[in-house]
């Protein structure tokens, strides 16, 4: 297993237009996250999947945006409309939930970084 | 509403000498405490845990203390090595799949 993939890797776009990022968790986990990161901040948690149902919506999700994970495999993020505050890196992880150790330890992929002119 | 707090973007250190990152947080409920290592252009990646049940926990060169009272968790590496250089994530959870994250900490480890 490779690990979290993420594609693309950098997207740069227009304002108004629409972006889609893909991830590709690790095979075995079971849930799923986006996360989004600005400049000189750490992650801050998006949304949330088990298997394929989304369990839980950031209120910083807007109606912008929508994200889905249709066979409890691949996520989709979708981001319409997109507006200048859009620019970020986006994160997905994914893990199997709890440890031996009782945490849940979240694998990241290298992110998608969005550019919007 | 940051919950999770580095007050440190940086911290400089020679090779071989201790690093001591630290992290405070405001919510009593967090029961995991965890923190990540990233480098450009990649994800950031599990270092180590501590639950809130305990006051330390050690993997190799990597402590992490844990003070309840104060609110407050601090990593150690000992001794520090050129591939320590990364930002450093401190991350805490009040449930089983959600973490906060502070801002990070840039870490050089100076030759």
């Known amino acids: 297993d490779t690990g ?26 079971n849930r799923l ?27 910083l999700l807007s109606d912008r945006f929508s994200a889905e994970r249709p066979k409890g495999s691949f996520s989709t993020l979708e981001i319409q409309r997109t507006e200048q505050g859009d620019s970020a890196m986006y994160l997905c992880a994914s893990s199997r939930g709890l440890t031996l150790s009782g945490a849940n330890v979240l694998t990241f992929g290298a992110g998608s970084r969005l550019t919007v002119l | 509403d940051q919950q999770v707090k580095q007050n440190s973007p940086s911290l400089s250190v020679q090779e071989g000498r201790i ?24 994800g950031p990646t599990f270092l180590i845990s501590i639950s809130s049940i305990k006051d330390k926990n050690e993997d190799g060169r990597f402590t ?17 090595q050129p591939g320590d250089s990364a ?20 870490v050089t480890v100076r030759a």
């Open chain 2, 19 to 42: 690093s001591i990152l630290n992290c405070d947080y405001t919510n009593s409920m967090f029961d995991y405490f965890l923190w990540y290592k990233k480098y450009p252009a990649e």
């Open chain 1, 33 to 59: 996250y986006w996360y989004r990161q600005t400049l000189g901040q750490g992650p801050e948690f998006l949304t949330y999947f088990q298997n394929e149902a989304q369990l839980e919506k950031s209120r």
């Open chain 1, 4 to 29: 979290v993939s993420q594609d693309p890797r950098h997207k740069i776009t227009k304002r108004g237009q629409n972006v889609t990022f893909r991830c590709d968790p690790i095979s075995e986990h």
């Open chain 2, 87 to 106: 930002v450093y994530f401190c991350a805490a959870s009040a449930n089983d799949y959600k973490l906060s994250f502070g801002a990070g900490t840039t």
């Open chain 2, 64 to 80: 992490v203390f844990l003070n309840k009272s104060a609110k407050h968790l601090s990593l150690h590496i000992v001794p520090s």
